[in-house]
């Protein structure tokens, strides 16, 4: 009789190709030919001083998984075994207002919450019905960071509850893992790298990243993970600073301000790119082998 995660899969179109594997590459006989196709990556983007996002397209690579950690360097080196070195803790410039971030850098949970709520630091608070800060255990060892507030998100004032947020839950459940603030070890804590919807769900520009760096952090600290997942490559160049490209950062281990960092497609980008949902599941699993080494866990 089919389990529990076994229809979990099966809904979500990913029997038999989320299954659990030792190491890179070693997928069960039968595994569709979809997962060995080359897709195109989303355009990496440059956090520096403009305005807007730049990006030449790359084509995603399938990457040899590591659990040592990867230098950060601009852009994301290709090489398959990188030389290891934490990435800062601060990356992206807090503006012309650093007094901001110290501010934040103090504030407990309540105020924090509350000062995202009524933040007008940035274009996006003109737009927004509401901020949305997070969710979750909010002393979880495992942290996911998503890009930002989708129209769903944006009514609710919680992040991933839309379809992509479904496909999320769904994933997570897949590994034992869920959102529920009173799951102890089994919950997680899950963030945006922007608190407000950009219009239309662009791309949030790198003035209101920013923006928001110092909220971010601010939860990182107080959740204290021991492992950050960075959905798609805008939460992906929030933590760590540099361009990047999620088929060539997947399977490596990146670390920010000492806390390991694994970086994996937005849920987003797997509705609209199904036959990438193969590549995720391999994420997932290398980042729950990571933690248990992390925590000693099983």
């Excluded at 030792?22 to 520096?48: C, F, M, Q, W, Y």
């Excluded at 105020?111 to 019905?129: G, H, M, P, Q, Y």
């Excluded at 790298?193 to 949030?204: F, G, I, L, S």
């Amino acid at each position: 009789m089919m389990n529990r995660r076994e229809s979990i899969l099966r809904e979500m179109r990913l029997a038999p190709i989320w299954r659990l594997r030792t190491s890179h590459g070693d997928a069960a006989s039968g595994e569709p030919d979809a997962l060995e196709r080359e897709n195109v990556d989303e355009p990496p983007v440059k956090i520096d001083a403009s305005a807007t996002l730049e990006d030449p397209r790359v084509r995603d690579r399938r990457p040899e998984q590591t659990s040592q950690p990867v230098r950060v360097s601009r852009p994301v080196p290709s090489a398959q075994h990188s030389t290891a070195e934490s990435a800062p803790a601060k990356h992206l410039e807090l503006g012309s207002d650093p007094a901001r971030g110290t501010a934040i850098a103090t504030l407990d949970w309540d105020e924090l919450e509350a000062d995202i709520r009524s933040c007008k630091a940035c274009v996006l608070c003109e737009k927004r019905r509401q901020a949305v800060p997070g969710v979750g255990n909010r002393g979880a060892q495992l942290m996911l960071v998503g890009e930002g507030p989708g129209a769903e998100e944006d009514q609710r004032g919680e992040p991933f509850v839309g379809q992509a947020g479904r496909l999320l839950d769904n994933m997570l459940s897949a590994i034992g893992l869920n959102r529920d603030p009173a799951a102890g070890a089994k919950g997680v804590y899950i963030a945006n790298a922007v608190k407000c919807r950009p219009p239309h769900n662009r791309t949030p520009e790198a003035s209101e990243l920013r923006s928001c760096l110092p909220y971010l952090d601010r939860q990182i600290e107080l959740v204290a993970p021991r492992l950050l997942i960075a959905l798609g490559r805008p939460a992906a160049q929030a933590l760590l600073g540099s361009e990047i490209s999620i088929g060539a950062a997947r399977g490596k281990r990146f670390e920010r301000g000492g806390i390991p960092v694994v970086v994996t497609y937005h849920p987003a980008y797997l509705l609209r790119n199904p036959q990438d949902k193969g590549k995720a599941w391999e994420d997932l699993c290398f980042a729950r082998r990571l933690l248990s080494e992390l925590t000693g866990t099983t």
